[in-house]
């Protein structure tokens, strides 16, 4: 008899990452499968996830979904990327935006020209870096729209991704899938039952003895990792001697009395704060090494640190940074928080569910023997958890700071030899050391590493072919089309009030 090909796909957990999962599959390949989302509102989601980058617009356009729809009903706003206070010495601030400094000219980025320019050859006011970034000023006026090209030149306009309430994105999400076919079933999962030869997954059973059989399973069960951790006993590799955070206090504040379109995150004794602004409150966040300060200390200065008032107490949420060994095993693959946390800092929890979930789509397979398509998709999946951490560990071991235990553990603590590489190379000439399918971009690499505090030492001599005064015009021109671009930009403000205005908000200032 011919073997059962994957004809019934089971997602287990109804957070971010199982409503992504479902609302993907049924659009992609809902015609061939039949699929079941099992849940328990008794144990429910993480409730924390507010801040995305721009890759989620590739979600949403593959899922159809209206961004102004989508954004009225999660309560969300724009976001141009992530001002870090405080990181590579107290006083400091850089905005880590979405999008180019400047504009490339030939073959050389920006920045070189840039520090051509502040060696002393061009105009000795050309500023900093970000004083050519359309971004940068659309942040500081708190504007916001939809802007392709910076005027009539090569230069990119604003990329952007949101912030939105997750809970409420999650629900947007299920309603999309459900009305795609997906099936729901309410009820806690209490075994996981596997095949004596295969060591296949073949059903999970809850706690009121229904059974729920399947041919390929997905595990979103959040930090649980219940079917890859604990069914299948996939072990997980811990990552908290390059990332020390391990907890976190969560609180709701009010929002903000100007909507701005940028999450903060602010350095603190040992960890760091988020502030992210939505249009019905603002989220709060202190994220701490346990080995650096306790509890009580910490909702203190999360507290302290709050620009609007409390709405709730803080929320404990605790975890290890690092991930699985491997992320699709047998006939599972764990997506979420089951596969892994990288910590917030970058937003980058969401960016990993979709990016596993149209890697899993990509090659899903019909057939039950999968190995090459599973070797496939952990190779992949464990290159970009680890670029990832690459660049996040930058942010804590670039800094002067040596005012606390914990951030002189970080300036001093063993780096990859990936960052180090990074590092030395970025210091010697400006130059980025990225992979090429790094999820963070040249751009992105330069902007935190000369935020952090690393002035390169030269620049590529390919930015010496033009003359000093042309150099001092490109900037000076650079500089008035931003200007003049960002000046006819409405606030986030009416953006938000014109196109998406929260169902629950009031008018936003
Ligand atoms: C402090 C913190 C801040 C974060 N901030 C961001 C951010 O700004 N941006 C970002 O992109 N990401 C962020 N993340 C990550 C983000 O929250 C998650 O990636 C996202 O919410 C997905 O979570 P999840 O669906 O994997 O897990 P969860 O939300 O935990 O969902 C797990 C699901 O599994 C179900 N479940 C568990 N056990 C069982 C069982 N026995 N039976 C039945 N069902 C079960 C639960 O009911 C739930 O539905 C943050 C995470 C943390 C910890």
């Known amino acids: 008899m011919a073997e059962r090909g994957v004809e019934k796909l089971v997602i287990v957990g109804g957070g971010t990452a199982g409503w992504i999962t479902a609302a993907a599959f049924a659009r992609l390949l809902g015609q061939r499968l039949t699929i079941e989302l099992v849940e328990s509102d008794a144990i429910g989601t993480i409730g924390v996830g507010e801040a995305t980058i721009p890759q989620i617009i590739r979600l949403n356009t593959i899922l159809g979904l209206d961004e102004h729809e989508f954004l009225q009903r999660a309560s969300g706003t724009y976001k141009l990327g992530i001002e870090f206070v405080d990181w590579g010495r107290i006083s400091s601030r850089y905005l880590h935006t979405f999008g180019d400094t400047g504009m490339n000219l030939g073959n050389v980025a920006f920045h ?37 090209r910076v005027g009539n030149t090569a230069m990119a306009g604003l990329a952007y991704a949101y912030h939105f309430d997750a809970s409420r994105y999650a629900l947007h999400l299920r309603d999309y899938a459900e009305a795609r076919g997906v099936t729901r079933t309410e009820g806690m999962v209490e075994s996981v039952e596997r095949d004596g030869a295969s060591g296949d997954i073949t059903a999970i059973t809850l706690d009121d003895g229904r059974r729920v059989a399947g041919d390929f ?59 992210i602004p939505l249009q019905h409150r603002t989220g709060n966040g202190h994220v701490y090494a346990s080995g650096f300060t306790d509890d009580n200390a910490a909702a203190d200065t999360l507290l302290a640190g709050l620009d609007t008032k409390p709405l709730d107490d803080p929320r404990p949420i605790h975890f290890t940074t690092g991930r699985r060994d491997t992320f699709w095993a047998q006939n599972c693959a764990a997506i979420g928080l089951s596969s892994g946390f990288l910590e917030p800092l970058e937003s980058t929890s969401i960016h990993l569910i979709q990016s596993h979930v149209s890697r899993l789509i990509q090659l899903f397979p019909r057939s039950k023997n999968a190995a090459a398509e599973r070797a496939e998709y952990n190779r992949r999946c464990m290159a970009e958890f680890d670029q990832i951490r690459d660049f996040l560990i930058l942010h804590y071991h670039r800094t002067d700071r040596d005012d606390t235990e914990f951030w002189r553990y970080c300036k001093h603590m063993a780096v990859p030899d990936s960052v180090t590489h990074k590092l030395e190379l970025f210091a010697a000439s400006g130059r980025v050391g990225r992979d090429a399918d790094d999820l963070f971009r040249e751009a992105s690499w330069v902007q935190v590493m000369l935020g952090q505090g690393i002035m390169p030492a030269d620049y590529d001599p390919m930015a010496d072919q033009i003359a000093p005064a042309q150099l001092e015009e490109f900037l000076a021109n650079l500089r008035n089309v931003i200007e003049h671009s960002v000046a006819g930009l409405p606030s986030h403000a009416d953006y938000l009030q014109r196109h998406c205005l929260a169902d629950s908000g009031s008018t936003p200032a």
């Open 217 to 275: 399973f997905v595990d979103c069960t959040g930090f649980r990792a219940l079917l890859l951790g604990g069914a299948l006993g996939v072990g997980y590799q811990d990552w908290s001697h390059w990332l020390p955070c391990d907890r976190a206090l969560a609180v709701p504040s009010e929002r903000l009395p100007t909507l701005v379109p940028f999450t903060r995150a602010t350095a603190k004794s040992a960890g760091w704060q988020w502030r």
């Open 112 to 148: 070189h020209y840039w520090r051509r320019s502040v060696m002393g050859e061009a105009s000795p006011a050309a500023g900093g870096l970000w004083h050519y970034s359309l971004h940068q000023l659309a942040a500081d006026q708190a504007r916001f729209g939809k802007l392709d």
